[in-house]
């Protein structure tokens, strides 16, 4: 099973990843405005948003969050977005799932203010920060999800902090088609099948075989949107 990520290219299409979804079993999908849209949001936004959280293949919301890097839209309509969105989550029990880019001070606060105590978790998607940022993820709830920078060779301090975090809580990921992993790194586009490069990487930083690593995650994934699992 694996959960494609709905932002699309924003803003009034919310659907993209649905699409994907309901033609393939194994796919679920996530919904949501990302922090480069947020100039694109309206109240209609919300609304569709809220309603398609009823669709059955919509376990979460996202990515949302905050991105300072590129600040693509507007900083305090990046916040009011990511605001709304949790709010959304919240009414419709759903875990979300936060992209934050040179902002770890504001998402952690808007996260603290909004989030916790919800009891919904979700994932630090594509996690990067270190060992204080992933203990506060751990702390409001949220699962830790790794890309193709865990095999970086200037990652050697992620490296440690995923080594350190409690198994039952990570997470791989592609981010595709972005942070292809080694050894195809600059060579070639990513795709959903070198997830498995990400994860032989956290196996061997955690002296695990591959397939611990594989059978742990897929566990945590089912147990975090509550799936069943595939037959």
């Not at 949790?86 to 952690?108: G, L």
């Not at 979700?122 to 193709?148: E, P």
Request: hydrophobic share 40%; charged share 25%.
């Amino acid at each position: 099973m694996l959960l494609t990520i709905g932002t699309g290219e924003g803003p009034p299409d919310l659907e993209a990843a649905i699409r994907l979804a309901e033609r393939h079993d194994f796919v679920y999908a996530t919904v949501g405005v990302h922090p480069h849209d947020a100039r694109k949001a309206t109240p209609e936004t919300f609304d569709r948003l809220a309603a398609l959280c009823e669709h059955p293949k919509v376990p979460a919301l996202g990515e949302m969050g905050l991105d300072y890097h590129y600040d693509n839209s507007p900083r305090e309509a990046q916040r009011e977005v990511f605001v709304r969105q949790m709010e959304i989550a919240r009414q419709a029990r759903k875990p979300i799932v936060i992209h934050t880019r040179d902002a770890w001070q504001d998402t952690s606060e808007l996260l603290a203010a909004h989030w916790r105590g919800s009891g919904l978790g979700g994932i630090m998607h594509c996690f990067s920060g270190d060992a204080a940022q992933a203990k506060q993820s751990l702390d409001l709830g949220f699962h830790i999800s790794f890309a193709g920078v865990l095999t970086f060779s200037r990652a050697e301090d992620l490296r440690k902090t995923a080594a350190a975090l409690p198994l039952e809580r990570l997470l791989v990921e592609t981010d595709a088609p972005y942070l292809t992993p080694a050894p195809f790194r600059k060579i070639r586009r990513n795709e959903p099948c070198y997830v498995v490069e990400t994860a032989r990487k956290l196996a061997e930083i955690r002296n695990l075989a591959l397939e611990e690593v594989g059978a742990a995650t897929s566990r945590n994934f089912l147990r975090l949107f509550d799936l069943p699992a595939p037959a």
